[in-house]
């Protein structure tokens, strides 16, 4: 079982659409989980972090975690165009100062 | 405030070669990581500092790949008898002490 799970895609959702999209990790002892945004050919730029269970709100974004289920989310409200990219799920087991364990990402494609 | 730097952006060398790479972090982070990923795959981790200190080193980065961070500011990544499947993105991140870690543009290695 990999560390961090994620599904490949490739996601397509309408422009203006909510983009969910869905990480799963095997550490129970996680702490840190964080969400990155990659386009073909560019290094990965954060986008969202979360430590605490609940939802946390940046913008168009929302980051998810259920620690009890392992479980953590990205929403990406009215999807445009430029959200088209690869999504790469993070996690740590301190609080953000180790190294980062990533999941092979999830390919976003918005529809106009 | 400028963000994560590393030079070269691209490297084609001949297997058996010996190649290093530098990159320079945001001015006052003090922990510095070496990841590495390829097509479709995210990053994975090879080593980091804090500070001058290499405090973890991944078990899968051979004998052939060394870093030095030799006064905790810039960082430099050598692989040593490159081999083909050396062939990767090589991406560093630095973060303040318990923070988010921020990605540079990465360099690119070709081993032909």
């Known amino acids: 079982q990999k560390e961090v799970e994620q599904n490949s895609g490739p996601l397509s959702v309408p422009e203006g659409a909510i983009a969910s999209l869905n990480c799963t990790y095997s550490?129970?002892?996680?702490?840190?989980f964080f969400w990155y945004r990659q386009y073909s050919g560019k290094s990965p730029e954060l986008i969202m972090f979360?430590?605490?269970?609940g939802d946390k709100e940046d913008g168009r974004f929302t980051a998810q975690l259920n620690k009890a289920s392992q479980y953590v989310s990205l929403l990406i409200r009215d999807s445009q165009p430029s959200d088209s990219a690869t999504y790469l799920c993070?996690?740590?087991?301190?609080?953000?100062?180790?190294?980062?364990?990533f999941g092979t990402g999830t390919r976003l494609t918005i529809i106009p | 405030d400028t963000g994560v730097s590393q030079d070269p952006r691209h490297k084609i060398t001949k297997r058996g070669q010996n190649v290093t790479f530098r990159c320079d972090p945001i001015?006052?982070?003090?922990?510095l990581y070496w990841y590495r990923q390829t097509l479709g795959q995210g990053p994975e981790f090879l080593t980091y500092?804090?500070?001058?200190?290499?405090?973890?080193k991944s078990r899968l980065l051979s004998d052939r790949f060394s870093a030095e961070r030799p006064k905790g500011s810039f960082s430099t990544l050598e692989i040593q008898r490159t081999e083909q499947g050396d062939s990767a993105m090589y991406l560093c991140?630095?973060?303040?002490?318990?923070?988010?870690?921020?990605f540079g543009p990465g360099t690119r290695l070709t081993v032909l």
């Open positions: 979360i430590y605490s269970n």
């Open positions: 001015s006052e982070h003090n922990r």
């Open positions: 991140a630095s973060s303040y002490s318990y923070n988010e870690q921020f």
């Open positions: 550490d129970r002892g996680s702490q840190s």
């Open positions: 993070a996690v740590t087991n301190g609080f953000g100062n180790e190294k980062l364990t």
């Open positions: 500092f804090q500070n001058e200190a290499q405090l973890e």
